[in-house]
C-alpha cells in the first residue's frame, strides 16, 4: 500500500500473522453484524411508529355513526 507519505507497511497495530488467524475472522464478523445491528436500531428509532392496524380493516367498526352529525362519515 502505497500513500502519499510513502509505503506503509501492513500490520501496523497488530503483527500480520494474527490477522489471518480464525479467531481474528470471527471477531470481524461479530463486529460487522454488532454494526449492522446498531445501525438499523438506530434507524428505526428515528422513523415514525408505524401501525399495522391502519391498513387492515378490522370487524369491530361500526356501520352506523354515533355522532350528533347523522350525516357525517363513518
Avoid at 10 to 33: K, R
Avoid at 58 to 70: A, C, F, L, Q
Wanted: glycine share 4%.
Amino acid at each position: 500500500m502505497i500513500t502519499a507519505l510513502g509505503p506503509v507497511p501492513t500490520g501496523i497495530l497488530l503483527p500480520e500473522s494474527v490477522l489471518h488467524t480464525d479467531l481474528f475472522a470471527i471477531l470481524a464478523a461479530f463486529v460487522a453484524i454488532n454494526t449492522v445491528l446498531y445501525a438499523s436500531l438506530a434507524l428505526a428509532g428515528v422513523l415514525p411508529k408505524i401501525y399495522p392496524t391502519d391498513w387492515v380493516t378490522s370487524r369491530n367498526r361500526r356501520t352506523e355513526t354515533r355522532s350528533i352529525y347523522p350525516d357525517a362519515e363513518v
